[in-house]
């Protein structure tokens, strides 16, 4: 396997792609800094995380192959450049490009690599000193040149070469916030197969329309689901007369692009959320629907191949009021979500190369009557709520999520506020420090 230390040689290139050639071996060497570059954004955001866990198989071979497989060309989410350019004018036309792929569906700009008709012929190693504090001031530059600022992943990577020198990868994710225009110019930038080019009239309209339904696109997909579960319709049957909680991420790429991840990818992700809960150890499956025969279970998590995740559990209840009726103590579910089912989904998604933004949605299904255990704001004292009976469901509005290394507490917080809310209490009285109410 790779690693993100590990250093790549170039060859030099011709014009035959034939098995065996130099410009076979150039893809080779792409292949095998892009691999790099993924790995190392793992590795970062894995540091961010408060308890260090065991990585799965990543299978790097099977996407290197895949990647010498097919000659690389510059298209919608793929662009070369020779140079990087760090003067005045070069980061005024780095910040057209970075409008442009933040307005379309995200991209990669490698720099360090001579395109031929469009096709990556050769690397040309940058040499550049200080490297890292240069791509540091270059990503806050780009950040602000443009409006409204570019809040969702804008990451840099320099892959060191064995004869020396970089190849530089900037990653530029899709933005919910678009369209996004230049500052300088005033001028709105997109993405198509041949590169960037201006926002007419009709784009920008467009665009902005696309921007107002994204959040709706979410929360679709949160209710098709949702209305799937109560009809029975899944691959695992959770049985319905217990309250059970429902954790949906819908990334922002899920809602933008139509691409989908191998079953090798899905199965490595996968592998972190079987560990989502410590309550019920989770079924896991990663179709998005199945004729096989339905199974029982009382935890589930389902990976999409677009990279969307399903958590499904049964909430542990107690029966202690007069008629006996299901009583939910909220952090047996709350602190698991928070240790450990949102830090997993994090995992999931960083080894599927799927970046922020996320949406999050929490919802709690319950039937008849049912209680919740608070402290009273006082006193401290416990007590048993009812939920209002016409609350059969609480769902919790979407929450927007910038940065999935931010405390899972704080992510949480407005996601778990509904069934405090039902019953009188303004925010969760779950204490996640100190593993309790």
């Known amino acids: 396997m790779a690693s993100s ?33 993924r790995l190392s954004l793992l590795d970062a955001r894995k540091q961010k995380f408060r308890r260090r866990r065991r990585q799965p ?6 996407t290197i192959q895949r990647c010498c497989n097919f000659p690389f060309n510059r298209r919608r989410t793929l662009d070369f450049k020779e140079e990087l350019d760090l003067s005045r004018d070069g980061r005024q036309a780095l910040a057209e490009d970075v409008c442009a792929f933040a307005n379309t569906v995200g991209g990669d700009l490698v720099f360090g690599m001579r395109e031929v008709g469009g096709m990556a012929a050769e690397v040309i190693p940058l ?42 990868v900037l990653r530029v994710s899709a933005s919910p916030n678009a369209p ?7 001028q709105f930038y997109l993405r ?26 979410a929360l679709a997909f949160r209710d098709r689901r949702l209305a799937l579960l109560d009809e029975g319709f899944a691959q695992v049957r959770v049985p319905p007369l217990r309250p059970r909680i429902v954790v949906h991420a819908a990334p922002v790429l899920a809602l933008t692009r139509r691409d989908t991840h191998t079953v090798e990818e899905l199965k490595a992700a996968a592998l972190y959320l079987q560990r989502a809960s410590r309550c019920a150890r ?21 990976l999409f191949r677009d990279g ?29 979500l928070v240790q450990h089912g949102i830090p997993m989904i994090a995992q999931a998604l960083a080894t599927l190369g799927v970046p922020a933004p996320v949406y999050l949605f929490v919802s709690l299904h319950r039937r008849g009557a049912t209680y919740v255990t608070v402290c009273r704001p006082r006193t401290r004292h416990a007590e048993n709520r009812p939920l209002p009976p016409h609350l059969t469901d609480l769902l919790s509005p979407p929450v927007y999520v910038e940065d999935l290394g931010v405390p899972a507490a704080q992510l949480m917080a407005p996601a778990l506020d509904p069934l405090w809310n039902a019953v009188g209490i303004d925010h969760t009285q779950t204490n996640f420090a100190g593993g309790g109410v």
């Open 5 to 37: 230390g590990a250093e790549v040689d170039h060859p030099s290139v011709s014009r035959t792609g034939r098995p065996g050639s130099a410009r076979h071996a150039t893809f080779q060497t792409f292949a095998s800094f892009v691999w790099n570059f």
């Open 127 to 168: 040499d550049i000193a200080d490297i890292d504090a240069q791509l540091l001031t270059l990503t806050n530059f780009l950040r602000d040149a443009v409006e409204p600022r570019v809040t969702t992943a804008l990451l840099s990577h320099a892959v060191p070469l064995a004869s020396g020198g970089h190849v530089v």
């Open 308 to 336: 969307s995740i399903e958590l499904v559990g049964l909430l542990s209840t107690g029966d202690v009021e007069q008629p006996p009726a299901p009583t939910i103590y909220p952090a047996q579910h709350e602190l698991p």
């Open 192 to 217: 198509n197969s041949v590169g960037k080019e201006p926002m007419d009239i009709h784009a920008i309209r467009t665009a902005f329309a696309f921007a107002d339904g994204l959040a709706d696109r």
């Open 282 to 302: 989770p079924r896991l499956t990663t179709k998005a629907s199945s004729a096989q025969p339905v199974r029982t279970a009382n935890a589930y998590a389902q």
């Open 57 to 62: 198989t990543l299978h790097p071979l099977q």
């Open 180 to 186: 996004h225009r230049v500052i300088r110019s005033g």
